[in-house]
């Protein structure tokens, strides 16, 4: 079976004979999986590698959506880490993207080769985008976004204590940074 393509809608179609298959998306209110699917993927054929650079794309969130779940369908690894130590959780940019990865293994408090944990790259951020003052409607969302995906984090566990190499803890980030405004959620 050649895979052309994965609707929102969790379908996959056979290029032979353009019959949907459900691909084993399981989703309700308390867990997002999936089950595993093979495919050949374009360019370096590493699905974890490819699942992190697409991360960082700008592309809708629906198509995010269909992507995170195609590559790790495909066997890309949520803990798979770059040069820099960073997973795929670190570029979720989206709650429900935070949600797949983690409950497709995502540990939550993996650290980078700088010690920071995705609390730290998301305090971090958020503290970036109020520090610098919101100056439009694009910013403020990607700034609601980071608390939600802040409080899932929070609410799945994940450990404030844990500190970075430079021996701060992800809520001691506003204070790097110059802010002397407390973090609330």
Same mark, same amino acid.
Request: aromatic share 10%; hydrophobic share 30%; with cysteine.
């Given at each position: ?14 290029s032979q004979d353009i019959k949907p298959q459900t691909t084993g998306f399981k989703a ?37 959506? @269909? ?80 608390e939600k995906i802040i409080e899932f984090l929070m609410l799945s566990g994940a450990n ?5 190499n430079d021996g701060r803890t992800p809520y001691e980030i506003p204070y790097r940074n110059?802010?002397? @405004?407390?973090?609330?959620?």
């Amino acid at each position: 079976m050649k895979l052309t393509g994965i609707s929102f809608g969790h379908h996959i179609q056979n290029s032979q004979d353009i019959k949907p298959q459900t691909t084993g998306f399981k989703a309700n209110s308390d867990k997002i999986k999936c089950d595993t699917v093979n495919f050949s993927f374009k360019g370096n054929n590493d699905p974890s590698q490819e699942l992190l650079d697409y991360l960082k794309s700008t592309d809708p969130l629906e198509q995010r959506i @269909d992507a995170v779940l195609k590559y790790l369908k495909g066997g890309a690894d949520p803990n798979f880490r770059d040069k820099d130590g960073v997973t795929p959780l670190c570029w979720a940019g989206d709650k429900l993207i935070a949600e797949i990865l983690v409950e497709n293994g995502a540990d939550i408090d993996n650290q980078d080769k700088y010690g920071n944990t995705p609390l730290h790259w998301f305090i971090s951020s958020n503290n970036a985008y109020i520090s610098n003052g919101i100056i439009n409607e694009n910013e403020e969302k990607l700034a609601k976004n980071t608390e939600k995906i802040i409080e899932f984090l929070m609410l799945s566990g994940a450990n404030g204590d844990i500190k970075n190499n430079d021996g701060r803890t992800p809520y001691e980030i506003p204070y790097r940074n110059g802010s002397t @405004d407390m973090l609330y959620f």
